[in-house]
């Protein structure tokens, strides 16, 4: 803190990546501007029983730049008394007043309303009082939106929450009068899933001998092999393969119908470079390219598709993907038709963060709260002592950042289902039009309800196939900034 009083280049700082700038002199007990190599530093493990000195830990990971301790406990220009209430207010904590602060928020919104009735039922509920509640609201008046915040805050409470719109009798019953169940992008997804759906609906209806699949109902699933297949963690080739649905023993009972003619070119008759570069596509999908070939092919890409002249990949993509995007960023249907392909999250990351430099507006910056899932490791005590900056380093699909940094028309999309009598599902696409530190407005871009407003809380996620030898817990947003 006193190096940072002298020296502005450890004002940018946190306090891990400290010592690539300046370099500690034991001689003199103090920081100096570090004039070559390089080092990578890190903070001391320190355990959670401490108190307020694991909370200080948790926050140099994040400060930058303090002159002191007041400056460590000061966010957003609040000054808070201790530094676990100034973890809490940079969302590195669960804790039950977020759900409280998130509706405070959007009380300040105009939904003042909503945060007394989530008030009278919570302090019912804390009382353990037999009441009943009807409350009756239309579309668009936030019902859902109460549903979910009092069921994540009795849920964090370790308390059981039942929701149901209609009982597994009735569901049943619904399945009986069922004349077609579709389902689309099936090569997707792995061969156990349609063969658990055969044995379901072949439980529900009674015919369980084997004799006749699906319980007898007309069953259409929809695809394309060429596209992405089952994904297999660690799997090699053959595993994969044996994965997909022409892989199971219910294949050979389908009937397989094929759509050849093109219908999107039907619009496009007289465009002959359309007409070819979805040509070029099929034969690609097909294997067709580069022939003869013994299964490894380097296939050609046409000059015409490529962006050759550039310095910098990341400006080039985004420069001819977005042209002119500030004077664009808030136009739906501008971003609508236009996404970027990445291959890994890394990429991702870069992208979404040169976009969000361009565009103006005030940034803000939301931190996740990690945990491991103790129950799941079955009380393993080694893994107590994982930091809490190794789990916000960590990143797999389906899973949000631990840093997700927004502004608004900041274009986003789902990773979870909300509410899907709203289409708030995985996949849907809205745009940031409000910000505060629990909670975020946002209008929806996509779907049947384009135009309607919903607020976002933080949910708490875990990946639903871990890669580590411990389930991550991890309460953000389940969002991810959706220029791609």
């Not at 963690?233 to 050849?260: F, K, M």
């Not at 990429?347 to 129950?375: R, T």
């Not at 309607?452 to 817990?473: C, E, G, H, K, V």
């Amino acid at each position: 803190m006193e190096a940072n009083k002298k020296y502005p280049e450890g004002r940018t700082l946190a306090y891990a990546p400290y010592v690539s700038k300046l370099v500690y002199v034991k001689k003199t007990r103090s920081w100096k501007p570090r004039k070559s190599s390089y080092t990578i530093g890190r903070l001391i493990w320190v355990s959670p029983c401490t108190g307020e000195l694991y909370y200080l830990r948790m926050m140099l990971t994040v400060v930058k730049g303090p002159t002191c301790y007041e400056d460590i406990r000061t966010i957003s220009n609040i000054r808070y008394e201790t530094f676990r209430d100034a973890c809490f207010a940079c969302g590195l904590l669960k804790d039950d007043r977020e759900y409280i602060e998130a509706l405070r928020e959007a009380k300040d919104w105009g939904s003042e309303e909503q945060y007394n009735i989530f008030q009278t039922i919570m302090q019912v509920v804390n009382r353990q009082e037999g009441r009943m509640f009807f409350l009756y609201g239309y579309g668009g008046t936030g019902k859902m939106h109460m549903w979910r915040t009092l069921t994540y805050a009795l849920r964090s409470q370790k308390h059981i929450v039942l929701t149901v719109a209609s009982s597994g009798t009735e569901l049943a019953e619904l399945l009986k009068q069922t004349k077609l169940i579709i389902w689309d992008e099936a090569p997707m997804s792995h061969k156990f899933c349609f063969e658990a759906l055969d044995k379901s609906l072949c439980d529900i209806m009674g015919t369980t001998n084997g004799s006749i699949l699906f319980g007898g109902k007309v069953v259409v699933f929809g695809g394309d092999f060429r596209q992405i297949l089952p994904v297999v963690p660690r799997g090699c080739r053959s595993d994969i393969v044996h994965a997909t649905i022409n892989a199971s023993y219910l294949w050979h009972q389908y009937t397989v119908l094929t759509l050849t003619k093109n219908m999107r070119l039907q619009n496009h008759d007289n465009d002959l470079d359309i007409k070819q570069f979805s040509e070029w596509i099929l034969k690609m999908g097909n294997g067709k390219l580069s022939e003869p070939n013994d299964g490894c092919a380097e296939i050609d890409i046409p000059d015409e598709l490529l962006i050759i002249d550039y310095d910098n990949s990341i400006e080039a993509i985004v420069c001819s993907t977005y042209p002119n995007l500030q004077d664009h960023y808030k136009d739906e249907q501008f971003l609508q038709c236009r996404a970027i392909l990445a291959s890994t999250i890394e990429i991702v990351d870069q992208i979404n963060e040169y976009v969000l430099m361009k565009i103006p507006g005030d940034e803000k910056e939301y931190l996740s709260s990690d945990e491991v899932d103790m129950f799941d490791a079955n009380d393993n005590e080694a893994f107590n002592i994982l930091t809490p900056e190794f789990l916000n380093s960590l990143s797999t699909s389906g899973l949000p950042n631990h840093k997700i940094k927004l502004k608004v028309g900041t274009p986003i999309m789902l990773l979870r289902n909300l509410d899907q009598s709203e289409e708030l599902c995985n996949g849907t696409r809205l745009m940031v039009t409000k910000m505060t530190n629990h909670v975020f407005e946002a209008r929806i871009m996509s779907g049947k309800n384009i135009g309607n407003i919903t607020y976002t809380p933080r949910l708490s996620m875990s990946p639903s196939q871990s890669s580590w030898p411990f389930m991550l817990i991890r309460r953000q947003f389940p969002i991810i900034v959706s220029y791609l």
